[in-house]
């Protein structure tokens, strides 16, 4: 009952906006002595009464005030699916008064209640209404403006597996809500801030999902170091440094899991090989498994027309799963010779396949 008692004070100050009115008046102190009797069902009845007498009445300051209350009403009672409600109206009364802080306020807050009710359309429907009005206001440079960019870079991160153009374009939108969030956060001098670190790593794993992998190494390591020896956010750190360090494998070359890879000849030459085929690695889950990535890491003998004429496994962590995922996959491959190079005189090569669990947002 202590969130009740806090809205003491809200209600008192709803007589600022009571113009003599003398049933508004007494609407008004019906509602502020439920309050303070911690009476939530009394205050429900009183709220709702006093509300749809403002509302009606165009009185935009009280019906606003008093919405936002019944926001938190709400959450008492266990009506979840009406706190985004009565935001949306709170939002409403504060852009008819044209004020902006409580309006972007309200708004936030009924993106943050119908992404809580599993609903992520209509929270980022909200979260963009408050992008504008932050911008309609000039305030696109205030700490509450990275916050919201902050909600609005985690609502357009897809799947982690999710390829194509829709997923990469939300994931470029990803980068520049979190860019943008960190320059605010820089601004203002809160670089040292928790949310920064998150949006370092968030920043690190749009980068990852588009396989830019030497930009997304700099914001994973800043996080990183930002967290470490933090017992609170062990696990993040652990999951970091994880993919560090496949990352950074793979750029030093010690992980070829990419689509161009290039084989030295018996006589001293390198000839690029291109994967015409492609079929997916299918991820070996089984019960038990860490949360360690995994490697699969074969040698592909070539055949005539590129075709796999032979897959043996030289290498599988943390289980013999992962190699043998990779074998069965790339036994249906096909590998092109960039240039006029038989694929069936090119001598036996190492391919590797680096693996991670899909990761939680």
């Avoid at 929270?123 to 609005?152: F, H, M, P």
């Avoid at 990183?224 to 990352?247: C, F, S, T, V």
């Avoid at 030459?269 to 089984?286: A, D, F, G, H, W």
């Amino acid at each position: 009952m202590f969130l009740l008692r806090v809205f003491i004070l809200f209600g008192l100050a709803l007589c600022v906006s009571l113009t003599g009115r003398a049933d508004l008046a007494a609407m008004n102190t019906e509602f502020n002595d439920r309050l303070a009797e911690n009476n939530v069902e009394a205050a429900h009845l009183a709220g709702l009464a006093l509300y749809t007498a403002a509302d009606a009445d165009n009185d935009h300051d009280v019906a606003g005030r008093v919405a936002y209350a019944m926001a938190s009403i709400a959450s008492l009672r266990d009506e979840t699916p009406e706190v985004p409600v009565w935001f949306d109206r709170c939002a409403r009364h504060y852009k008819a008064l044209n004020f902006a802080a409580q309006h972007v306020d309200c708004i936030h807050k009924a993106a943050l209640s119908y992404k809580a009710q599993g609903k992520p359309g209509t929270s980022r429907d909200r979260l963009k209404s408050a992008e504008g009005a932050l911008e309609q206001a000039n305030a696109a440079e205030t700490i509450v403006a990275a916050l919201i960019y902050a909600d609005l870079a985690e609502s357009y991160i897809p799947p982690q597996f999710e390829t194509g153009a829709s997923a990469d374009a939300d994931r470029q939108r990803v980068l520049d809500y979190t860019q943008s969030a960190r320059a605010i956060l820089a601004e203002h001098g809160q670089d040292g801030h928790f949310l920064y670190a998150t949006l370092l790593a968030r920043e690190a794993t749009a980068f990852e999902d588009l396989k830019r992998f030497e930009d997304a190494l700099p914001p994973m390591t800043k996080a990183m170091e930002m967290i470490a020896n933090q017992p609170e956010h062990a696990e993040l750190y652990a999951d970091l440094r994880r993919r560090h360090a496949k990352m950074a494998a793979w750029i030093s070359d010690e992980s070829n899991d990419r689509n161009l890879l290039t084989v030295e000849m018996e006589d001293g030459r390198e000839v690029t090989l291109k994967i015409k085929r492609r079929t997916r690695v299918i991820y070996p889950r089984s019960e038990g498994m860490s949360s360690e990535y995994g490697l699969g890491r074969v040698l592909i003998t070539l055949g005539p027309e590129g075709k796999v004429a032979h897959v043996d496994i030289v290498e599988s962590t943390p289980t013999p799963a992962f190699g043998e995922a990779v074998k069965k996959a790339v036994e249906r491959w096909s590998f092109t010779p960039e240039d006029d190079t038989p694929s069936e005189s090119i001598p036996p090569f190492r391919f590797g396949i680096s693996f991670d669990y899909v990761r939680r947002r």
